[in-house]
């Protein structure tokens, strides 16, 4: 398992997208450049959303970045120890050591959905934009901005309180 620098990582990551890149993420590394790259592009439409959007995006994949790669320094350590002979041969991780470091899903699986549905609203948006300039900019002034970025966060934040707890972590082995 070849090992990846954490500190190069850190760096790479203040890119978007750079640091999954290196760490060998390519589909997560290229959705966060993307994400980027839209958010940076939509930012002149709805300053207060996109700006918004684009640093919760930037933290991020910097702390995930940086969180897979030290996970992937600890399997390089594990398999180590497994190669390193008779004498300190032993099981590799248990479920329970999974579950208490966190556990680490390897591919994050991005719901095409939401991915739709957010289309939709960026296309609807932008079509309002180009067909009705003088509607967009009197909703504008109306401080529709601050009012969608409201909503969204209380209705992020009620999908995160009725939530039902992942159970399948929890159970003994």
């Keep these: 398992m070849i090992r990846k620098s954490r500190w190069l990582?850190?760096?790479?990551?203040?890119?978007?997208?750079?640091?999954h890149l290196y760490l060998g993420f390519t589909k997560q590394g290229l959705q966060m450049m993307i994400g980027a790259a839209a958010c940076i592009i939509l930012i002149p439409s709805i300053p207060m959303i996109f700006s918004f959007a684009l640093a919760i995006l930037w933290f991020y994949q910097l702390f995930d970045a940086l969180q897979?790669?030290?996970?992937?320094k600890a399997a390089a350590l594990e398999q180590e120890r497994m190669m390193m002979g008779q004498e300190t041969?032993?099981?590799p991780w248990t479920m329970q050591d999974l579950m208490a470091m966190g556990g680490y899903p390897?591919?994050?699986?991005?719901n095409p959905v939401w991915t739709g549905i957010g289309c939709v609203i960026v296309g609807a948006a932008v079509l309002?934009?180009?067909?009705?300039?003088?509607?967009?900019?009197?909703?504008?002034?109306q401080n529709t901005a601050s009012v969608l970025l409201a909503v969204a966060l209380i209705g992020y934040g009620l999908r995160l309180l009725l939530k039902k707890p992942d159970r399948r972590g929890s159970e003994s082995l």
């Design 9 to 19: 990582t850190f760096l790479l990551a203040m890119i978007p997208g750079v640091g």
């Design 128 to 141: 309002l934009m180009t067909i009705f300039p003088a509607l967009w900019h009197w909703l504008l002034q």
């Design 89 to 91: 041969f032993g099981y």
């Design 106 to 110: 390897r591919e994050n699986q991005l």
């Design 68 to 72: 897979k790669a030290a996970w992937m």
